[in-house]
């Protein structure tokens, strides 16, 4: 997914009692961006199709015969699997590609802004195209007495899913110039976050590994935590873990842009 890339450069200067404002500066220029490409609304447009698809056609809302939202979540992770890569690919390549990551200390602006920015503002757009979801909200509590607060944790999971997925978008997008390269790096990473704690790979895994290392492969797993959410369930542990995901991929994304500026 293209759309403009924005000119503020970065440095690996220590933050500045602005760097809140820089930071939200950055954010609200990239979203503007977003909206500024009429990508950005095929975007939204895909995904709502694909997540209507999934849900009444894949999943089988209306032969379930309940009232809730399960057939709707329980796709997220793969339908994350391409398009979150596709919103991420371009945050830093796109700026690697048309040189705007070498102009360095020519604005206040150290990396860590830039990087968090850049990122909030891709939470922001994946966001607002998961709230635009709301009419099977408004669907399923027409058709019975759906568990709303099981529905509210599902959205606060798939929220958290998007964000992680992303942050690992970020970081391979930081590694190349070429955003088909980045998209396929973060399909691979994302997938390895959902494969993980698969039964099937995990008893392959049990045949020749010790199982300290099955189980330390299996905590990896996006899975189990988003699982929680779709259950209804909010656990301190699995907000803990995206937000781990999500910090290490863009301290990960800071590193890389730093060894860029060095070499």
Request: charged share 10%; proline share 5%.
């Amino acid at each position: 997914m293209t759309t403009h890339a924005t000119t503020l450069p970065v440095s690996a200067a220590a933050p500045h009692p602005g760097s809140l404002g820089n930071v939200l500066a950055i954010a609200k220029r990239e979203l503007s961006g977003y909206f500024a490409s009429p990508v950005a609304y095929i975007f939204i447009v895909i995904f709502l199709l694909l997540a209507g698809f999934f849900t009444f056609n894949v999943g089988g809302f209306f032969r379930r015969g309940e009232a809730s939202l399960e057939s709707f979540f329980v796709w997220h992770p793969w339908l994350y699997l391409f398009l979150v890569p596709a919103v991420g690919m371009r945050l830093w390549s796109e700026e690697r590609r048309l040189g705007t990551i070498e102009l360095l200390l020519t604005m206040p602006v150290t990396s860590w802004q830039a990087i968090v920015g850049k990122f909030l503002a891709s939470w922001l757009f994946l966001a607002i195209a998961l709230a635009l979801t709301f009419p099977l909200v408004f669907t399923v509590g027409y058709l019975g007495s759906p568990d709303y607060g099981a529905i509210f944790c599902g959205y606060v999971g798939s929220f958290m899913l998007a964000g992680a997925y992303l942050a690992v978008s970020c970081m391979t997008s930081a590694l190349t110039r070429n955003q088909v390269v980045s998209f396929i790096l973060s399909v691979v990473f994302c997938l390895f976050l959902i494969l993980a704690g698969w039964p099937p790979v995990t008893d392959m895994l049990v045949q020749w590994a010790k199982p300290w290392l099955v189980d330390f492969v299996a905590a990896f797993s996006v899975m189990p935590h988003f699982d929680s959410f779709r259950r209804g369930v909010v656990d301190s542990r699995d907000v803990i873990f995206f937000l781990s995901v999500i910090t290490f991929s863009l301290f990960t994304t800071g590193v890389i842009i730093r060894s860029h500026r060095a070499g």
